[in-house]
């Protein structure tokens, strides 16, 4: 609390320490006066209950100092509100895509990361898209959340007044592995910010200002660097270990060119792990799902190119 990571910390924080208050002051209040009455009001000292018609101070007390306290409520929620939905028009925008169980962030050139990168002091907006089912993009230093429903693209902003590292929660379940939805949001200098921005946009050989995807094979061929970061960046490894263990779906370890047991229509097979399944599974993992394993794979057609599947492949190939 009072952290002061962002601009909405202050705002929301008195808010809360605000209706914090009331209630403390009501809890002893309450507590006091029952246990007053208790003993002031004992059948031992009052052998007959007073017939009492009424009060006409106290009706007025409980009518306007609660209307008065839900006033004082309502305008702290209300400004908080109005400041929460007014956008700067200097905002950077990020787009925020949120599916089982990751998120991942693409600026406004095309890079995509798996950690959002935003500079001190510059509001940024957050473009909220869900791939699968309802998630909900929080932020507990900035105080800010919001619900990320398929086909509805929510949005918040925030402005991030402190260096550091801090957590990205989602806040709504999702499903199986909903605790590892975990994220990190980085504030960096200006200077540092802008470094970084250019470094990462040269690595991921990105050019333009538009909106775009990766490269891919524009520098020679598929590339297991840039799958690997892709894997991350999509979510896969949320599902799929690198190691052999069994998470919700079948490890990357060894899979490339191995049998594999698949139920198709119904009816179980042995086929080969090669190319043509791995890009079959991204496009259409219901088709052909792994024995043992449940069709919980949302279908990535759409959602990658051809180039960063085949990076993707190439990745693949060398998780031995």
């Not at 801090?166 to 909903?178: F, I, S, T």
């Not at 297991?224 to 599902?239: D, S, W, Y």
Request: hydrophobic share 40%; proline share 4%; net charge positive.
């Amino acid at each position: 609390m009072l952290s002061g990571a962002s601009s909405f910390t202050s705002q929301f924080d008195h808010a809360l320490l605000f209706i914090l208050g009331i209630s403390i002051v009501l809890l002893v209040a309450i507590t006091f006066f029952m246990v007053y009455f208790v003993i002031r009001y004992h059948h031992s000292r009052n052998k007959e209950t007073a017939d009492i018609h009424g009060n006409l101070t106290l009706e007025l007390l409980w009518t306007i100092i609660p209307t008065f306290l839900v006033l004082g409520m309502f305008y702290f929620g209300m400004t908080g509100y109005r400041t929460e939905k007014t956008v700067p028009k200097d905002a950077m925008t990020v787009d925020v895509h949120g599916r089982m169980w990751s998120w991942s962030y693409v600026y406004n050139n095309g890079l995509q990361t798996d950690t959002l990168y935003v500079p001190k002091d510059q509001p940024v907006k957050l473009n909220l898209i869900s791939h699968d089912v309802i998630h909900s993009f929080y932020v507990p230093a900035f105080r800010v959340k919001q619900d990320v429903v398929p086909g509805d693209h929510n949005s918040l902003w925030f402005k991030a007044v402190k260096e550091g590292t801090y957590d990205v929660l989602c806040a709504e379940y999702c499903g199986l592995r909903h605790s590892y939805m975990l994220s990190k949001v980085v504030v960096l200098p200006r200077d540092k910010y802008d470094a970084w921005y250019a470094g990462a946009t040269a690595a991921n050989g990105i050019s333009g200002n538009k909106k775009a995807q990766p490269a891919g094979n524009a520098s020679g061929g598929p590339s297991p660097e840039r799958g690997a970061n892709l894997v991350k960046i999509k979510g896969c490894i949320a599902c799929h270990s690198t190691d052999g263990s069994k998470i919700v779906g079948p490890s990357f370890k060894g899979l490339f060119g191995h049998k594999v047991t698949v139920t198709a229509n119904g009816k179980e097979k042995v086929i080969t792990a090669n190319e043509d399944y791995l890009r079959r599974s991204m496009l259409d993992p219901a088709a052909e799902v792994v024995k043992g394993f449940q069709p919980l794979m949302p279908s990535q057609k759409g959602l990658l190119t051809d180039a960063e599947i085949a990076d993707i492949i190439a990745y693949l190939k060398g998780v031995k």
